[in-house]
């Protein structure tokens, strides 16, 4: 056997001895923190933009020109995002690559959605099915500041009602009724 294996004769340490050190960038949680909270104003911000932009478009129904048109918006962010990394996008500060990320993504998604619901105040479905129980606990939950039942006011949620309770101040600081804002947050 001994001819067989090749004499292995160790000089320093093992690199099983070694720390582990990881090549991912790691970030204070204040930065961390402070980072996700400017992204989603951002996103946010963009996507509303986008949404009442794509709103007055009128496209007349029936047509395809809706969906090509987010199609043509979607390639439009992809090939600007292809541009900027394959142009060196590293030699760029880092906080216009989080920017230009944050607002690319946002616009990405909004587009997409957007375009084709631009003739409609109704999210993808319309009002039937799981969207009239959506669009109900948004109403009820622009009609009270705190957490109620979709179906009975006095009492308390039997679903979940913490993103629907948001959903509820945005129809509050946008002054629309629930019903009609479900569209429009479910977007952003």
């Known amino acids: 056997m001994a001819g067989i ?3 292995m004769k160790l000089t320093g ?4 001895d070694e720390p582990r050190r990881d090549s991912a960038v790691r970030l204070p949680l204040r930065n961390t923190v402070a980072e996700l909270l400017l992204g989603t104003v951002v996103a946010v911000v963009v996507s509303m933009l986008l949404q009442f932009a794509a709103a007055r478009l009128s496209i007349s129904e029936p047509s395809f020109a809706p969906e090509a048109l987010a199609a043509v918006g979607s390639g439009v962010v992809l090939a600007v995002l292809f541009l900027a990394l ?8 880092r906080w216009l690559r989080l920017f230009g990320s944050w607002v690319a993504l946002s616009a990405f998604s909004t587009l997409a959605l957007a375009i084709p619901l631009q003739a409609t105040r109704f999210y993808y479905g319309g009002s039937s099915v799981d969207n009239g ?31 629907f309770w948001l959903g509820g101040r945005f129809a ?8 009609a804002a479900y569209k429009p947050y479910a977007l952003t």
Do not use: C, K, V
């Open 133 to 163: 129980f959506r669009m109900q606990y948004m109403t009820r939950m622009a009609s009270t500041p705190g957490l109620a039942d979709m179906n009975y006011a006095d009492t308390p949620p039997y679903y979940p009602g913490g993103w």
């Open 86 to 93: 394959a142009l060196g996008h590293r030699r760029s500060p």
């Open 5 to 7: 294996l090749p004499s």
């Open 13 to 16: 340490p093992s690199p099983i």
């Open 172 to 179: 509050n600081l946008l002054g629309w009724e629930g019903w």
